[in-house]
């Protein structure tokens, strides 16, 4: 018999294509499809509207999705952080984002990260494996029915999103259908690191969701300390690819920036990021330095530091937003999330 694969890796034709193979009527995939992106159905025998012979032959040939929310921490603002098993046993961190009014996913693209950057906990992982776009989508639904509501979900979790464009832009057209997630493309947002082949697909696919990009300095010789991807592309090779992305101004770009003391948190380094504005339009995404257990050594500013540096970009018409200390004490802040069991 040949193994299941998760029926969220099957379009609307696949299913329909299914359904007349196995002498049902094609009208069933929409079903099928309401009942997993709509009803969040677990298990086959849920869709009560479907004939049980079909349920069976589903259950025969596809499973779901097999994730599993091993535990859940929530720390004093209402941010979750869960841990995730995948089929093989290997874990990934998932963060679900403030609470009632506003409600935002912290989506994982990969288990680990072979990226390395110095601030970042789960680059110290190392790369374990991407995930498929069926898992990527099971920690959707699996965060789903933790909250009963989304407004927004960022590829900001564990791993390179544009380093498994793949999984992530099939995950991301299901996200956004209307017959699946339907969720609208501009309340989706990818980060990275600076990974240009990954900018080139977006281009090419003028995918429209968002672009996060960790910039953290814009000195050659401290970025390939800090972040060892600037050493393939360097800051004028990624300024360049995202000036084309930008659509000559068109798209707005979020820069992020942790501040670390003494590395990247100078006058100097300030006004660099304001001589970018005549390049394209950005925000910029201030993140003071989360203590990471594998990097002791670097630390936050102080408040002063912090604020001189904000009001130097602000002061220059740059468009400011510092992050809320959120999910720090649950080591679910930015850089924080990892996994000592998959090294």
Known sequence: MAKKISIMNLSENDL???????????????????????????????????????????????????????????????????LISLYDKKKIESVILGKNDRITFCLSSQVGCGYGCAFCSTGAMGLSRNLTADEI??????????????????FMGMGEPLANTKNLFKAIETINSYKGFNLGIRHITISTSGEIVGIKQLIEKDLDCR??????????????????INKKYPIENLISILKRYSKNGKRMITFEWVLMKDINDSV?????????????PFKVNII?????????????????????????????????????????????GCGQLAIKDDN
């Open 16 to 82: 329909s294509k299914f359904c007349e193979e196995n002498n049902f009527p094609k009208f069933h995939s929409s079903q099928i499809l309401n009942w997993i992106y709509k009803k969040y159905a677990i298990t086959f025998e849920e869709m009560s509207d479907i004939p049980k012979s079909l349920r069976i032959s589903l259950e025969e040939n596809y499973f779901i999705h097999n994730s599993k929310v091993e535990t859940m921490t929530e720390d004093e603002y209402g941010t979750k952080k869960l």
């Open 268 to 280: 100097n380094d300030a006004y660099r990021i304001v001589n970018l504005k005549k390049e394209f």
């Open 137 to 154: 989508l099971a920690e959707f639904i699996l965060m789903r029915a933790i909250t009963k509501k989304v407004n927004s979900i960022v």
């Open 288 to 332: 003071p330095m989360n203590p990471v257990e594998h990097a002791p050594e670097l630390k936050k500013p102080n408040k002063d530091i912090i604020l001189r540096f904000k009001s130097i970009l602000k002061d220059n018409g740059v468009e400011v937003i510092e992050r809320f200390k959120q999910g720090q004490d649950i080591l679910a």
């Open 211 to 228: 672009l996060a990009v960790s910039l953290h300095s814009l000195k050659n010789e401290v970025r390939d300390k800090i972040m060892p």
